[in-house]
């Protein structure tokens, strides 16, 4: 996985935590690198992978994915009423379903936070983040990790056309 990890107040330290923390992440949950794959390259394509240019870092949307599996980790955990975490076996569809999820997600009232107990909090009035296109929150610094992230509609539609497009070849396919 390529992934370039960038801070303000970057350092040597800044950096090796970030690709620890994702190693880790990924042995956790390595349905997140097969995921990010895919959508590293869907962003690509569609030129959205440069917080430079309003995109998504690839930290950002690697923090993305890994939420909604957390996500769904815990949708399934709460289903199943079961302590310890089902895994994930259908790639195909917890894909599509991560692109519809953010194809309809609202950026502008939820932040994400891979750290909390439940990935998506709303933004409350008096948060410090009221009013931003898109938190991200970097687990390490507890920062807005997606600060340049600006064209949020964009991002969304990047989501929505992954997810068409899927559903095209899947009906050609069936």
């Known amino acids: 996985i390529d992934i370039t990890f960038h801070s303000v ?3 040597t330290t800044t950096t090796t935590n970030s690709i620890d923390y994702a190693n880790e992440k990924i ?3 390595p349905e997140v690198a097969l995921i990010l794959r895919v959508l590293k390259r869907l962003f690509y394509f ?8 309003g995109g998504l870092s690839s930290f950002n949307l690697f923090l993305i994915v890994l939420s909604y ?12 009423y079961s302590k310890q975490s089902t895994p994930i076996s259908n790639l195909g569809a917890l894909l599509m379903e991560c ?13 994400i ?9 709303p933004i409350a009035m008096n948060d410090v983040y ?3 296109s898109l938190v991200i929150i970097d687990p390490l610094s507890g920062m807005n990790a997606s600060k340049s992230a600006y064209q949020i509609d964009e991002i969304q539609r990047t989501f929505y056309e992954g997810m068409n497009y899927l559903k095209q070849m899947q009906e050609l396919y069936v």
């Open 9 to 11: 107040s970057s350092t």
């Open 69 to 80: 599996v957390q996500y769904r980790k815990l949708q399934l955990k709460l289903m199943c």
């Open 113 to 121: 936070d891979v750290n909390s107990q439940y990935p998506y909090l």
């Open 46 to 53: 569609k030129n959205m992978n440069s917080a430079f240019n």
């Open 27 to 29: 042995s956790t949950y």
């Open 130 to 132: 009221k009013g931003k």
């Open 99 to 111: 692109l519809q999820f953010f194809a309809c997600f609202d950026f502008r009232n939820f932040k």
